[in-house]
């Protein structure tokens, strides 16, 4: 049998007969095509209201069976039999006469059904697949409910009817007449936690299964997957082959982050410093300080000072855990790892950038696109346990060539969101930072500046009126506080900082003529810091051999690394991108926890 493709009229949906509210709102030509045409609809009821109909009246004396008389027309067979119960009545009465029992009448007249007030159901429904809503409007004698029930906030609806156009002067254009309810997914309204409306995205978290219904969540959840689509349209187009790299590791690929290590439960990390809180109260200070300056409005303020609030919450919670007991941690090395499953120490990885330089090394360029993991119980709005990770390895390639693919690709999900989510930037633009819509044109537009890192430490160290927390001096990592100043202050748009202290950089990363630096990369932007690090790696066995012994690492688990450079070396670099802080970029956001749908941070995995 020959395959046919399947036809549903109006809807991008090739296996389900419903159309997607994204094609009757947002079509340029949608709206017109499908007016007139039945549809079958489904979505979450929003909001609700009834609306009385005046009772049908119709002349006392015409039992005539004359359907097309003018008293009938338009009436449905249950309204013309509702609007003869007074009438039938009547006749119970002049059959019983004064002298029948009055129980007797009684019971006659229980016989007839007592008419339901006529009414008209007003939904606002969502599907998920756009920021507006339908209006389904659904008269009582085919609604699901009975009398005085209304279809409360977080009901599923499937209903099938004829799109309807409205005049000009309504807020909405089009709404649905419906003539069949299909599918009605009750809901328990006092425990459904989000039949309050603007329900702040703090609380939001406590309901990760639920907050998707949100158009809120659902617009972010958008511009995640176009930022998703974007980013292998562009290494696609640019001959990258996508290679899946493993998520358990037997190496240490940064040597600085906290890692988690089997057994499970066991982490570099123990505890949540007192010191780690306080950093990142400071850190949330400085954001709320930032929206107050700022023309964002004031509910991504207000959401900032929640937060704030939050964390020095758990301050005190730490100050008081640790006047109560004494802390103690496990130590790996203590661990006996015969029993283990794969009889060695092994990691959820922190970076495929390894993995992936064995296959550039064989194949070319190449990308992969995946969760990374840090058991870094640091509470900061920048970072949680499990983060998605673009990284990028690219053969016969150097420093500059990989800073010039990071810009060119991180301007092109710039503008690939600008020109793919109209809708949903206009309404993150209008509750979460009405500015965003311009920083991205603007950082798609501009040209980047290119500095070192010590040309960015002389900048630093001449600012005349601002006292930097971190002393500024060689061989110090920059800070998030540094960089906003260069990105947010002093170049006002992105700014691409190179050439790092080798101790401050990983020992993979290629040492540079001055045995001093070493050549890294990272793009800073304005309002969230860093969203690329990059760098050439070092391609010089004797090299590399000698930087592995000066960070004190195991030959015996880098030898397969060793091996791409004993075996045909060649120059190569690469980068990774932080998807999630990618996210928070282009929505505006301020707290990565929301970018991500189910966020892992430390004592949150509940679902």
């Known amino acids: 049998m020959e395959f046919q493709e399947p036809k549903v009229i109006g809807s991008p949906l090739m296996y389900s007969n419903r159309v997607t509210l994204k094609t009757i709102l947002e079509s340029s030509d949608g709206e017109m095509v499908l007016v007139g045409e039945t549809v079958v609809v489904g979505g979450w009821v929003k909001s609700s209201k009834e609306v009385k109909k005046q009772p049908v009246t119709l002349p006392p004396c015409a039992f005539d069976t004359d359907h097309a008389s003018p008293g009938r027309q338009g009436l449905t067979c249950l309204e013309i039999l509702e609007s003869r119960i007074p009438c039938f009545r009547t006749i119970i009465r002049i059959l019983c006469g004064p002298a029948s029992s009055p129980a ?54 499937l209903a099938q009817g004829v799109l309807e156009k409205l005049s000009a002067n309504e807020k909405q254009i089009i709404q649905l007449k419906a003539e069949k309810i299909l599918h009605v997914g009750t809901v328990e309204q006092d425990k ?21 219904r949100t158009t809120m969540v659902s617009s972010i959840t958008q511009i995640r997957s176009t930022l998703d689509f974007a980013t292998h349209t562009f290494f696609q187009k640019y001959g990258f082959r996508h290679v899946q790299v493993p998520i358990i590791t037997a190496t240490d690929t940064e040597g600085f982050s906290e890692k988690f290590q089997e057994p499970v439960g066991v982490s570099d990390a123990d505890v949540v410093s007192l010191e780690t809180v306080k950093a990142a109260i400071k850190e949330k200070s400085g954001v709320v300080e930032q929206f107050k300056r700022s023309d964002s409005n004031r509910e991504s303020l207000i959401v900032a000072v929640q937060d704030l609030q939050k964390t020095n919450e758990l301050a005190r919670q730490i100050e008081a855990r640790e006047k109560s007991k004494p802390v103690t941690s496990v130590k790996p090395d203590s661990l006996n790892f015969n029993d283990d499953f794969f009889g060695r120490p092994s990691y ?9 330089e064995s296959y550039a090394c064989g194949i070319g360029n190449v990308y992969s696109f995946g969760p990374r993991f840090q058991a870094d119980k640091t509470v ?25 693919c990071a810009e060119d690709y ?192 430390h004592g949150k995995a509940n679902s």
């Not at 970072?383 to 800073?403: C, I, K, P, R």
């Not at 190569?572 to 990618?582: A, E, I, N, T």
């Open 104 to 157: 007797v009448r009684e019971k006659l007249e229980s016989l007839v059904p007592k008419p339901t007030p006529p009414s008209t159901f007003f939904l606002q429904i969502n599907d998920g697949s756009c920021a507006s809503c339908l209006q389904i409007v659904i008269d009582s004698t085919i609604a699901p409910v009975s009398a005085g029930q209304i279809l409360p906030t977080g009901t599923c609806i």
């Open 192 to 212: 459904y936690p989000l039949s309050r409306k603007r329900l702040p995205l703090d609380s939001l978290r406590e309901y990760p299964h639920i907050r998707p």
């Open 348 to 356: 959820l990885t922190v970076s495929g950038r390894f993995h992936l």
């Open 380 to 404: 900061s709005s920048r970072h949680v346990a499990e983060m998605w990770t673009v990284e990028v390895e690219m053969a016969f390639s150097q420093l500059g060539d990989a800073m010039k």
């Open 410 to 601: 991180f301007k092109f999900l710039c503008k690939w969101i600008l020109d793919n989510c109209p809708e949903e930037m206009k309404f993150v633009s209008k509750r979460i930072d009405k500015t965003i819509t311009h920083r991205l044109e603007y950082m798609t537009t501009s040209s980047y500046d290119k500095i070192s890192y010590r040309e960015a430490v002389e900048i630093l160290r001449k600012v005349p009126d601002k006292a930097f927390e971190t002393q500024l001096q060689w061989d110090v990592p920059l800070t998030a506080e540094h960089l906003s100043y260069l990105a947010d202050d002093h170049y006002k748009r992105p700014v691409i900082i190179y050439d790092y202290p080798k101790a401050v950089k990983p020992f993979y990363v290629r040492l540079n003529e001055d045995g001093q630096t070493v050549a890294a990369f990272e793009l800073v932007v304005p309002k969230i810091g860093t969203v690329i690090t990059g760098n050439q790696n070092e391609e010089r066995f004797n090299v590399l051999n000698t930087r592995i012994t000066e960070f004190d690492l195991s030959r015996d688990q880098y030898e397969w690394y060793l091996d791409l450079r004993r075996h045909g070396t060649v120059k190569h670099s690469g980068f990774s991108l932080r998807f999630d802080l990618m996210v928070l970029l282009t929505t505006g956001l301020i707290d990565v926890r929301d970018a991500i749908p189910f966020p892992r941070s």
